[in-house]
């Protein structure tokens, strides 16, 4: 099986390339590693994969390097590139699209937001559309957990109203599972949308919130504490992500009866932390006390995210890692890959 994995350099597509290759799946990586956050992270990711910066930095319909035998190829494009995007998939032959591309950030969104329509619904747009007309067995997509908006019943079900989206990030999200929908009702597309739930981890981006608050530590600055803390968060370890993502992309949905084959599923923790323990495991992780800004919630933001998990854990999903132990992990790769000597 040939899996397409978009956003190949990002955080979680880096780490479900990763995962697919150690597992045999012929994997083609797309990404256009753009300048959202340091490329140079996003170029140590694909350093991990076999890609060197060179390869990686030719644009367009160009193969680059190999590795795990002949299984990994990457290509540097556009989601929004109308007349290559079509192309990659007649020449690759692909069999499943995992995508993954995206132009994250809620707050990014206030100040951006011709760039997430851009991406997320143009780019999207020739997703489906490269599906439809290539034969393609199964396309999962990340939503995300912002798509709940504000909801006040908890835990957070697929089965709630997502009616109310509070950023144009989580509008574009909502956007992409009713543009998923119709394409699998229309052109029997299997389609599941991926609700993830404050991601976490080794290789994570720079403007997540426990990449800036291990920077402010290590570098004796405070950290940023907004809604003064009263905040909680699902917060759910990389690797349970991807076992989940493994999960799904193995049971693909089935049409029923009227029905199309279509799904959305959460894949987080189950089990929400407040943001003063999240940050009290980032600070024993340090073995340093964080100096603390307190400040009033951002806008777009929510009091707190809770994932019901139940449909998913009906095929095999289970959330092991806690925060203490996916905390430590993260913070010893911060150190290394930051080139930081640990206490």
């Known amino acids: 099986m040939r899996i397409l994995v978009t956003g190949a350099a990002g955080f979680i597509g880096f780490h479900l390339s990763k995962r697919l ?42 193969t680059a390097g190999i590795k795990f035998g002949d299984s ?17 998939f007649k020449d690759k032959k692909i069999d499943v699209v995992c995508n993954l591309a995206a132009q994250a950030g809620v707050r990014y969104s206030l100040e951006n937001p011709e760039t997430y329509i851009d991406s997320n619904i143009v780019g999207f747009l020739n997703i489906l ?14 939503s995300s957990s912002s798509v709940y908006g ?28 009713l543009m998923a929908h119709t394409y699998s009702h229309l052109f029997d597309i299997p389609t599941t949308g991926l609700r993830f ?15 800036l608050f291990a920077d402010a530590i290590s570098k004796d600055r405070p950290i940023k ?52 323990d999240f940050i009290k495991a980032i600070e024993i992780s340090f073995g340093k006390e964080a100096k603390k800004e ?20 009906k095929i095999g999903y289970k959330s092991t890692v806690g925060i203490i132990q996916g905390v430590s992990c993260f913070i010893a790769w911060y150190n290394k890959y930051n080139k930081i000597k640990s206490n």
């Open 197 to 211: 739930f404050t991601v976490y981890g080794p290789w994570g981006r720079p403007d997540m919130a426990i990449y």
């Open 150 to 177: 504000a909801n006040k019943k908890t835990p957070f079900s697929t089965s709630d109203s997502v009616d109310y989206p509070i950023s144009l990030y989580a509008a574009t999200k909502k956007s992409n599972e």
């Open 21 to 62: 290759l150690s597992k045999g799946y012929d994997v083609v990586g797309l990404d256009n590693i753009n300048e959202y956050y340091d490329i140079n992270l996003k170029y140590a990711r694909l350093n991990e994969l076999g890609i060197s910066r060179n390869e990686a930095e030719v644009f367009l319909n160009k």
């Open 129 to 142: 559309e490269c599906c439809r007309h290539n034969d393609i067995k199964h396309l999962l997509y990340a």
């Open 225 to 276: 504490v907004f809604n003064n803390g009263n905040m909680s968060r699902d917060f759910t370890y990389i690797d349970d992500i991807i076992n989940g993502i493994e999960i799904l992309l193995a049971n693909p949905p089935e049409k029923n009866l009227n029905e199309p084959a279509y799904r959305i599923s959460n894949i987080g923790n189950g089990s929400p932390q407040t943001l003063g």
């Open 294 to 313: 307190f400040l009033p919630m951002q806008a777009g933001d929510v009091p707190q995210t809770w994932a019901d998990i139940s449909e998913i854990e």
């Open 72 to 88: 990994f190829q990457f290509i540097r494009m556009n989601l929004e590139d109308r007349d290559n995007l079509p192309k990659l």
